[in-house]
């Protein structure tokens, strides 16, 4: 009779006839341990972009989920110098920006480079040590901070009426110490006589907000006006005071615009030629 089928580990019963009294009586018996099953290898759980993009200043955060890593270890590299950064949950630069993040018992290895520079883009590899070795490369692009005014370049508005411009910047992580307004080359003076004039800053996960307000617009206020933060790119736009009614983009109290200039010349050429 062929031998059963069994599991390593378990337990089976063997009746077995007693030679004395010719009953039948049950034995247990375990098997022995058959050998363990194989270990599965390390692999990369690819869930993060493999293209990010950070502002400068900012933090960057370069993700690398690593499955069934058993006793190896992962490391990152910087590729352009083959500089190896972290190893394990140790750090192998003199550069304090660098760290990786390794949440107690979890697969997460992710490399994150604080106040983010224009030399830190490039690709960057995470590692793990097995034969062959195993890597998942991740490219960093670094953009240069930015201010922007929201709205067209070219604004009109009434005499008297309010001048609204708001500048956003794009960094959040290090926003910026402080946000200048000029009018031509000077910078505005909030406690100027001419009075009226006022600033709203707002800092948010998206980045900082700064709203110059320009109440009672002179014509003197006509100009370009520049929103320039300490630590990201300016923006101007260019302000036109116009006394009485004028078919230009005018800017309402809101900060809203109408038709832009070009289109009401458009609509009154058709009109003055469609006769």
């Avoid at 590299?77 to 950064?85: A, G, S, V, W």
């Avoid at 760290?99 to 018992?105: A, D, F, I, K, L």
């Avoid at 994150?112 to 995470?126: F, S, T, W």
């Avoid at 010349?265 to 006769?275: H, W």
Wanted: net charge neutral.
């Amino acid at each position: 009779m062929s031998a059963p089928n069994v599991v390593a580990g378990s337990t089976i019963q063997q009746q077995q006839p007693d030679p004395q009294s010719g009953e039948t009586t049950q034995t247990k018996s375990k098997l022995i341990e058959g050998p363990p099953g194989k270990p599965q290898k390390p692999y990369f759980d690819d869930i993060g972009p493999r293209n990010v993009t950070a502002v400068v200043g900012q933090s960057a955060l370069l993700n690398c989920r690593v499955k069934h890593p058993g006793d190896r270890t992962v490391s990152w590299m910087r590729k352009r110098d083959l500089h190896i950064l972290t190893s394990s949950i140790h750090t192998y630069t003199g550069d304090g920006r660098f760290s990786v993040r390794h949440p107690e018992h979890s697969d997460d290895w992710d490399l994150k480079i604080d106040y983010v520079q224009k030399r830190d883009a490039g690709v960057y590899e995470c590692q793990v040590n097995t034969e062959p070795k195993i890597s998942l490369p991740i490219m960093l692009n670094v953009d240069d901070a930015q201010a922007s005014i929201a709205g067209l370049s070219e604004i009109y508005v009434k005499k008297g009426s309010t001048i609204s411009l708001t500048c956003t910047v794009n960094v959040h992580s290090t926003p910026p110490s402080s946000v200048l307004w000029y009018h031509g080359h000077s910078v505005v003076d909030f406690d100027s006589p001419r009075g009226g004039i006022s600033l709203e800053t707002e800092k948010t996960e998206a980045g900082t907000t700064s709203k110059l307000l320009v109440t009672k617009a002179l014509l003197s206020d006509t100009g370009n006006y520049t929103c320039m933060p300490s630590n990201a790119s300016p923006a101007s736009a260019v302000v036109h005071v116009l006394n009485g009614e004028h078919p230009a983009a005018m800017q309402t109290s809101s900060g809203q615009h109408c038709i832009p200039l070009i289109t009401v010349c458009m609509l009154m050429l058709l009109m003055l030629f469609g006769r």
